[in-house]
């Protein structure tokens, strides 16, 4: 595996109804092994954070927003995982920004994003607490009850 570091903006998009939006996938070398996470990727040269998250918004989920949109941080973490041939040690930065009731699209995607993405949905805090399903993080509902309850960033 070829070791990789990568500093990462993580969108949490919420709807009208207080609710995230997350996709489902998997890792190519696991595709049995399923789980929900959020949307985001890695700085591009020169980006901010928050540049890096509309940029992503835009690219994976084909939802535009304003950088100013968007709020927080409202979290960090580092987490190491998998993908292709890349052990990857990944710091990421939470960010929230409604979106109202946006159409979700793949299009724009990258190949292998495509690949290995099967599907979207809106998740409200309940559900997130509720569900054996994997999802990514694992503190995601507190995180949401904090953009939708009035919270402040971290």
Known sequence: MIPLRRFTARVLPVDDQGRVLLLYGFEPARPD???WFTIGGALEEGETLQEAAARELREEVGISAEVSE???????STVEFSF?????????????????AAEVSFDDMEEIEKATTVEHRWWSAEELEATDEVVHPPELAGLLRRITGGGGPA
């Not at 292709?84 to 109202?100: H, M």
């Open 70 to 76: 968007f709020t927080g941080p409202y979290g960090t």
């Open 84 to 100: 292709a041939q890349y052990a990857i040690t990944q710091d990421q930065t939470f960010f929230a920004v409604r979106v109202g």
């Open 33 to 35: 092994e399923r789980f």
